[in-house]
């Protein structure tokens, strides 16, 4: 319990209401009508973009957030050619007109696409044909070979970017990823992974003995950081000497006195041979269950079984990917295993990074299976994060005192750009309206909410959302808002999936949702609604109110009975919910008092005080803060604390979410075209398990992943909906994430600065002011 308090101090990682940490699908930009190339840029004005803060991840490779995707964009170029509904233009060389509410638009791009599916073989191939003399901004024309050395980045066991290329069963990618021809048929199975976990051999414990080491290790520093900070000064009062403290909360022996000792680093030392191999133990007084770490354990146990299998094996090394070969200078084809609907997103949705730039045309030669680096070495592709180069309308210069600046790309295959120079320059959402009515800026994505439109038209002389001085163009934005509970450390007695961990997290989840409604329309208004479902309302997939089995997010008690009845009033509903929240409690374990009508202890593993973050820069500024403010108004009646986490500097948050302390989050999911769930919800890319490290609930479910894997192998539309629809239960079920709203993007235009007629029409979900940017011009 020692831990758990500490956990509940800590602050929690979070992603901003506008950012997506859901890779998103860079749509290709429009062709001139004439495909004629632009004239030299003469107006040396740069457009001026007001943009969240960056966290200079600036690589096709590794970039997370929405606005690191975005600085990336500028200066890439995607294969994949998409149009103002995400529909595909699979022959985009030479271009293709599809209609939009009337109008038609000609589409082009630098590949074309084609997709096939042979049912008797049950592969599917995808055949991507560049088109011929697109250059990098380097003046080097794209072929072939850059496209197979992107492949080969995204394929190697050492990446760990967001991008799940190497998750479809493209032809051979397992046997390359574990160099073992025989990989794919000796899969670990669980019954293996559970025997080895209970009878763990030499190597195993000698990685527990090194795992405990290290957390413990981590922890001493950790430790030493809190003195000063107040919320800890209980703790530091007591025992002003770091090495105390940390015996304190983490000695296995009770009777171990570090005051004796007066080497620090020989109490490490102490504490760490306590503990031996003995990671159950350290995860009850780290997290609160012996199963805190068994997720990091078994992922690496797993994999010393699988290499003890390929080593006993007659497997022979493996050079490449079956399934990718190079055709011609300008032709790669992918085979892949069965049909997957989502996969030609991912596998032709690339952007394609320059390999002598991010690689080594050195070390690059197909025929004798080379490809740019060295496999199972990405320091070289890592070390150009910061400085992205590729084939897109803008070359990046520098990122300098918090702006990102570029210069047009007189390479660029459409023609250079219109305006010389772009700068993105971080700016808080609540100086965006301001930045661009006052000419600090020339356009922003601020939030959509009442005031902000209110704000926007008092710079208008007309009091309107488009006038002289700001263009205002709203469109459903592709994601939605959510409050996200770890299932790691919101549990009962260490089991995530349990019944009593389950109803811990609903009991929660029922009084959250509850304050949705008054919460979202008090901030937004009409720009945005209310949902009920992990999923944005702009997908194809998403429920409707008509389907069957639609219902409300948490709006059944424990024992499955409707809590809200037609004619209820607000405070009728907030006083149901609370009273279903007890009843979630109760069959969590938690020990209630009828007479004073509140909690007094919590379960094993569980507490009666959690902690929520919300990105609302310390002054309480984001659509989920009122939810958060009346849940815990309202939790506190039945005696369970809300600790409401509000920090200015949501930096700190992503170190928070990498060390899987969090505990309850707000956040904002950025979405593909294609609802594949893969990435978020599959338990393969919890935190720590060598994927993605997307599933930041860590929800893990066999049957979610199945259902996952089924949707990705059909291309009927009205079966995958169906099939989401049983994920989207289960997601909920697991109560780990409350799904909150769907807003609209707010997109603002100086008409002062900028010539409007040159700003790409009919902006959509699928197509922003991004696209056609070769064309955009600043009086």
């Known amino acids: ?118 049912e008797a073989a049950d592969v599917t191939t995808y055949n991507i044909k560049l088109k011929e003399g697109v250059m990098f901004s380097d003046g080097q024309e794209m072929d072939a070979d850059d496209i197979i050395f992107n492949y080969y980045v995204y394929s190697d066991p050492t990446y760990t970017g967001s991008t799940t290329f190497y998750s479809f069963p493209i032809i051979g990618m397992t046997n390359y990823r574990e160099n073992n021809s025989k990989a794919e048929e000796l899969a670990v199975t669980p019954e293996e992974l559970a025997a080895a976990m209970e009878n763990p051999t030499d190597e195993m414990k000698a990685f527990m003995t090194d795992f405990v080491s290290g957390v413990l290790t981590d922890e001493l520093d950790w430790v030493k950081s809190i003195y000063g900070d107040p919320n800890y000064k209980t703790y530091t009062d007591q025992y002003p000497v770091a090495k105390d403290l940390f015996a304190f909360f983490y000695a296995k022996d009770a009777n171990y006195d570090a005051a004796a000792v007066a080497d620090e680093a020989q109490v490490l030392s102490d504490i760490i041979a306590q503990y031996g191999d003995d990671w159950k133990t350290l995860g009850a007084n780290y997290g609160g269950s012996e199963g805190y770490f068994a997720g990091d354990i078994e992922g690496e146990v797993g994999r010393i079984v699988l290499k003890e299998k390929l080593a006993a094996s007659d497997g022979t090394e493996v050079p490449n990917i079956e399934g990718i070969k190079k055709l011609g200078k300008y032709e790669v084809e992918v085979k892949s295993k069965g049909f997957d609907a989502s996969a030609v997103y991912t596998i032709c949705g690339i952007q394609v ?102 704000e926007l038209k008092s710079y208008n002389s007309n009091g309107e959302a488009v006038g002289d001085k700001i263009a205002a163009v709203s469109v459903d934005n592709l994601g939605y808002g959510y409050i996200g509970i770890n299932s790691k450390t ?61 219902s409300v997010a948490y709006s059944k008690d424990v024992d499955g009975n409707d809590i809200y009845t037609e004619s209820m009033v607000a405070e009728d509903k907030y006083a149901a919910a609370l009273e279903a929240a007890v009843g979630f409690f109760k069959a969590a374990g938690y020990t209630f008092d009828e007479a004073t009508g509140k909690f007094t202890a919590a379960p094993a593993g569980a507490d009666l005080e959690y902690e929520i973050i919300v990105p609302a820069d310390g002054i309480g500024d984001h659509p989920a803060f009122a939810i958060l403010a009346d849940t815990k108004t309202s939790l506190e009646k039945i005696g369970i604390t809300l600790t409401i986490n509000d920090p200015a500097d949501t930096n700190v948050l992503w170190d928070t979410l990498d060390a899987n302390t969090h ?18 919800y599959h338990s393969s890319n919890g935190k720590g398990l060598g994927g993605t490290d997307s599933n930041s609930y860590n929800i893990a479910d066999a049957e979610l992943d199945r259902l996952i894997i089924e949707a990705r192998k059909s291309p009927d539309q009205e079966f995958r909906k169906a099939v989401y629809k049983q994920a989207l239960d289960i997601i909920l079920d697991w109560g780990v994430e409350i799904p909150t709203y769907q807003r609209q993007n707010l997109v603002i235009f100086s008409p002062e600065r900028i010539n409007m007629d040159t700003v790409t029409p009919d902006i959509t979900t699928y197509w922003g002011w991004m696209n056609d940017l070769e064309l955009l011009e600043m009086k």
Not at 81 to 108: L, M, P, Q, W
Not at 507 to 529: E, K, N, P
Not at 663 to 680: L, R
Request: with cysteine; aromatic share 12%.
């Open 1 to 118: 319990m020692k831990k758990v308090l500490v956990l509940m101090l800590a602050m929690v990682m979070v992603i901003s209401m506008l950012a997506g940490c859901a890779p998103k699908e860079p749509a290709a930009p429009v062709e001139t009508p004439a495909e004629t190339p632009a004239e030299t840029p003469a107006n040396d004005t740069p457009l001026v973009v007001g943009y969240a803060a960056f966290s200079q991840k600036f690589s096709p490779f590794f970039a997370t957030t929405a606005y690191d995707m975005d600085a990336v964009t500028m200066t890439q170029v995607s294969l994949l050619t998409t149009d103002r509904v995400g529909g595909i233009v699979y022959n985009a060389i030479e271009g293709e007109k599809v209609g939009f509410e009337g109008t038609d638009h000609e589409y082009t791009g630098i590949a074309d696409i084609k997709v096939d599916y042979d």
């Open 353 to 454: 990074a320059p390999m002598h730039y991010y690689g080594s045309e050195d070390m690059y030669d197909y025929d004798n299976n080379k490809f740019g680096f060295t496999r199972g070495d990405l320091s070289g592709i890592e070390a150009k994060t910061t400085t992205p180069m590729g084939a897109g309308p803008y070359k990046f210069i520098e990122y300098k005192d918090k702006v990102v600046y570029y210069e047009a790309n007189e390479n660029y295959y459409k023609g250079a750009p219109k305006t010389k120079y772009v700068q993105l320059k971080e700016t808080t959402d609540a100086e965006m309206i301001a930045g661009v009515g006052t000419g600090v800026i020339d356009l922003a994505n601020p939030s959509g909410s009442k005031a902000k439109f209110d």
């Open 490 to 550: 919101v549990n009962v007695g260490g089991v995530q999936d349990s019944e009593a961990s389950k109803n811990l997290r609903k009991g929660f989840a029922t009084v959250f949702a509850v304050h949705r409604d008054v919460a979202i329309d008090s901030y937004y208004g009409d720009a945005a609604s209310v949902i009920n479902y992990p999923i944005s309302s702009t997908s194809w997939a998403a429920p409707q109110k008509s389907d069957p089995g639609y």
């Open 663 to 680: 505990e309850m989050w707000t956040a904002a999911w950025g979405s593909t075209i294609d609802p594949d769930m893969y990435q978020v």
